[in-house]
Each structure stands twice: as structure tokens, then as C-alpha cells.
Nanobody
Framework: QPQLVESGGGLVQPGGSLRLSCAASGFTLDDYSIGWFRQAPGREREGVQCITSEGKENPADAVRGRFTISRDNAKNTVYLQMNSLKPEDTGVYYC???????????????????WGQGTQVTVSS
């Protein structure tokens, strides 16, 4: 069955970097838009970055210039490179897939049908 699995989370100091991976199994990512979302305790899930099947990005203002998304269709994986991390970046990070062939990807959870289980990112000294 189709599945998304995140990895790469952990504890990092402010100013540090992490790279998250979102690996697909049971289907190919080629035609999917992939979004990264995060959720901190007591807060709603929010969009962080996303990438269309054509490679167009749509970063949230809070991470613009710091978080870069990329996809490797040969490895069936999407990556989120996070630099200059801040304590407010702490949360559970989820990747999600949208099979709709849209020219732009959404920062809202609504169009995404397939979700991973999440990986914890903690930014703290």
C-alpha cells in the first residue's frame, strides 16, 4: 500500500542544520506534489514548504531563505534541508502527498491525501 516515511529529525542547537527525508513506497512520487508540514504542541499544523512535480516551490514566510526542498525521483524521495534553525522551528514534521496535477503546491493541508507518521525536530541549546 502507498506509504510515506519521514526520517532525519533530532535535537539540534539554534543556528544548526538538519536534513529531513520523505521516502515513498508502494507508489512513485513523480506526479505528486509533496508538502512538508509541522505541528508544535498546542498549535495547528502549518505548511512549511512544498514542491510540485515540476519542481516549483512554495515556502512559508517563516522559513523562506532557510529551508530548501528538493526531490530525487530516482530515489523516490523528497528532502527538506533546514538551515539556521530557531527554537520556534521545533515540532513534529510531516510530509504529505497530493496527486492532483496542479501548477502550484499548497501550504494548506487540505489537498494532501497521503501523510507520513512524522519525525520530531527539537531546536534547543
Amino acid at each position: 500500500q502507498p506509504q510515506l516515511v519521514e526520517s532525519g529529525g533530532g535535537l539540534v542547537q539554534p543556528g544548526g542544520s538538519l536534513r529531513l527525508s520523505c521516502a515513498a513506497s508502494g507508489f512513485t512520487l513523480d506526479d505528486y506534489s509533496i508538502g512538508w508540514f509541522r505541528q508544535a504542541p498546542g498549535r495547528e499544523r502549518e505548511g512549511v514548504q512544498c514542491i510540485t512535480s515540476e519542481g516549483k516551490e512554495n515556502p512559508a514566510d517563516a522559513v523562506r531563505g532557510r529551508f530548501t526542498i528538493s526531490r530525487d525521483n530516482a530515489k523516490n524521495t523528497v528532502y527538506l534541508q533546514m538551515n539556521s534553525l530557531k527554537p520556534e522551528d521545533t515540532g513534529v514534521y510531516y510530509c504529505a502527498g497530493d496527486a492532483g496535477k496542479n501548477p502550484f503546491c499548497s501550504g494548506s493541508p487540505t489537498p494532501y491525501e497521503l501523510w507520513g507518521q512524522g519525525t520530531q525536530v527539537t531546536v534547543s541549546s
